[in-house]
């Protein structure tokens, strides 16, 4: 693994804090907006995340993915070259704007960045626009399981290439069963989870790793169930999140256990410099 380069390291996750939703969303967007290259930085993808960065290297931690996990997965976007795209936990649009880009570049056709907070999706929608991506991007403000069973209803999403998952850590594991149940998730699909090392999240990896047989055996199992809802990852972050969004309701699928994974860690940086990493998930089949 390269090392990392400290001249880029954001400011400091500070302790003590909730370290978001305190302004700082809406002060990065006016960071943005009356930053001196502002004429420049129209229409270039590049430049908004670069202006972007600058905040979070200068100014304030941001939670957002980075350059370097950013990396693996627009890497991976140039392999799969999904049609459609979906991320579950949009913050600032950080994310959207490099894998959404990464997707127009592939010759994708959409790419789906569903946010549960309207104020954060709102300086989403803002950055995206500046960047010049709205012909892509389309934002989808709701709970991650509400939007994915909305999109499914209405026809607009019928299946999913690939998965960024970098929202509430307990529903990763949920929202990709009901990903599975609704037939979204299929052979070929591509999940990339962020955060497995740091806060970290055993259930989510514990479900992805296992074996049909594995994932069969646990079906229906009620303390199966607890874990794969939260159990397992770190309290404080638990709490952080339902600090701001209350206590997760979470959806009761059951997913298809059918499904064949191969599933590995692809170790990486915080863009702070803590170590963090990328769990890369390919869908290879389906046992029946």
Do not use: W
């Not at 380069?5 to 006016?30: M, S, V």
């Not at 500046?130 to 012909?135: C, N």
């Not at 790793?209 to 199992?221: D, L």
């Amino acid at each position: 693994m390269p090392s990392f380069d400290q001249t880029k390291a954001y400011a400091p996750q500070e302790e003590g804090t909730g370290f978001f939703d305190d302004g700082r969303e809406i002060e990065l967007l006016h960071f943005v907006y009356s930053h001196p290259d502002l004429d420049n930085i129209r229409g270039s993808p590049q430049k908004v995340l670069a202006a972007i960065d600058e905040y979070g290297r200068t100014k304030k931690f941001l939670m957002n993915v980075g350059e370097d996990k950013g990396h693996i997965v627009t890497d991976l976007i140039a392999e799969v070259k999904p049609k459609i795209m979906v991320e579950l936990g949009g913050y600032v649009g950080y994310s959207c704007i490099l894998f959404g880009d990464a997707v127009r570049k592939a010759g994708g056709e959409r790419y789906y960045s569903l946010e549960m907070n309207p104020e954060f999706a709102a300086v989403i929608a803002s950055l995206v626009d500046l960047a010049g991506l709205s012909d892509i991007i389309k934002v989808v403000v709701g709970s991650s399981d509400a939007s994915i069973a909305r999109l499914y209803s209405t026809g607009q999403l019928k299946h999913i290439d690939l998965i960024f998952l970098d929202h509430y850590k307990p529903a990763y594991t949920t929202d990709l069963k009901l990903c599975e149940e609704l037939g979204l998730v299929t052979p070929g699909t591509v999940l990339a989870a962020d955060n497995v090392i740091s806060p970290g999240n055993p259930p989510y990896l514990e479900y992805v790793r296992s074996s049909v047989s594995e994932k069969r055996a646990k079906a229906g199992n009620d303390a199966g169930d607890a874990k794969e809802k939260g159990e397992g990852i770190p309290e404080k972050t638990v709490q952080m999140y339902e600090k701001r969004y209350g206590k997760a309701k979470f959806n009761e699928s059951k997913g298809n256990p059918n499904l064949v994974y191969e599933s590995k860690l692809v170790n990486s940086f915080e863009p702070t410099g803590a170590p963090d990493g990328v769990e890369i998930t390919r869908c290879v089949g389906e046992d029946k």
